[in-house]
């Protein structure tokens, strides 16, 4: 297939143009496919299902299961001892005599299988996402929370760079916002246009 479209979507162009008056060899040359596939299109066959990739054995198999026990382990390991990537590449060619991995190989594996051995240990948060929920108060767009803070800022005012403080409210519920800068100095508080 020349282009992006899914098989779908290109035995239906096929039976389209063909539909419309093209013949068997423009079909071919124009979707950029063989007679066969312009054929299976023709005949109303739906593309096969893709094969599933048999997955490839790897050097770094056998040692697998040693890598999750020492991630197991790690479990009850105090907050800063558990084992490093480099640490379990380590004892695998140590203690083990692996021959044949890379570090490489065991970094990858131990980043993602690190997380599955937690989550199925019930160890952490199954989710890390904790939803906000904000209670409407009395009023348009009033709420019964808001998020207040002060700080200063730097204004051009009369042609002179200011410093003024900035008083900033923004309700929770609607997300409306106040801001108010004020000049001490001078004590003036001034309406800020949004």
Not at 55 to 67: A, Q
Not at 126 to 137: D, I, K, N, R, S
């Amino acid at each position: 297939m020349g282009n992006s479209q899914s098989k779908v979507e290109l035995y239906a162009a096929i039976r389209r143009d063909h539909r419309m008056g093209m013949s068997l060899r423009a079909l071919q040359r124009t979707h950029n496919v063989t007679w066969r596939t312009v054929r299976r299109a023709l005949d109303g066959q739906w593309p096969e299902p893709r094969k599933k990739q048999r997955r490839k054995e790897s050097r770094l198999d056998p040692y697998k299961p040693l890598i999750d026990g020492m991630l197991l382990a790690d479990l009850d390991a105090p907050p800063k001892q558990p084992h490093t990537s480099q640490r379990i590449y380590d004892r695998l060619i140590g203690d083990h005599a692996a021959e044949g991995i890379s570090y490489s190989m065991v970094r990858v594996y131990v980043k993602d299988r690190r997380k599955e051995v937690r989550r199925q240990a019930g160890v952490g948060p199954e989710a890390m996402f904790v939803p906000q929920t904000h209670l409407a108060g009395a009023g348009a767009g009033a709420g019964a929370e808001a998020e207040v803070d002060f700080g200063d800022v730097h204004v051009m005012l009369a042609g002179k760079m200011t410093k003024v403080y900035l008083f900033s409210m923004r309700l929770s519920y609607s997300g409306r916002a106040v801001h108010r800068p004020v000049d001490c100095t001078i004590g003036v508080s001034y309406v800020l246009a949004l």
